[in-house]
């Protein structure tokens, strides 16, 4: 199955210089990262340098995109299951 990532905030018809704008998925991300806030994945959490800054961001952004992806999928199965 695939799932639906429509433009999250479209502006106008594409094909007459509309603009999509960034992907569901992308903002889905951004509020799962943002709603983190100062959390730091424990140090047990796979081979990373906990004094890289990238591989600790690098962890973020792969969770973040992990709640995207569920949140597309549960967004995509509807409601019918409430």
Wanted: hydrophobic share 40%.
């Amino acid at each position: 199955m695939s799932i639906e990532n429509p433009p999250a905030f479209p502006m106008g018809d594409p094909t007459h210089g509309g603009y999509d704008g960034m992907t569901l998925r992308d903002y889905f991300a951004g509020q799962a990262l943002a709603g983190m806030g100062p959390w730091m994945p424990p140090a047990d959490h796979g081979p990373f340098n906990w004094d890289s800054r990238e591989d600790v961001c690098a962890l973020k952004s792969r969770w973040a995109y992990a709640q995207a992806d569920a949140m597309l999928a549960a967004r995509q199965k509807g409601t019918s299951d409430a």
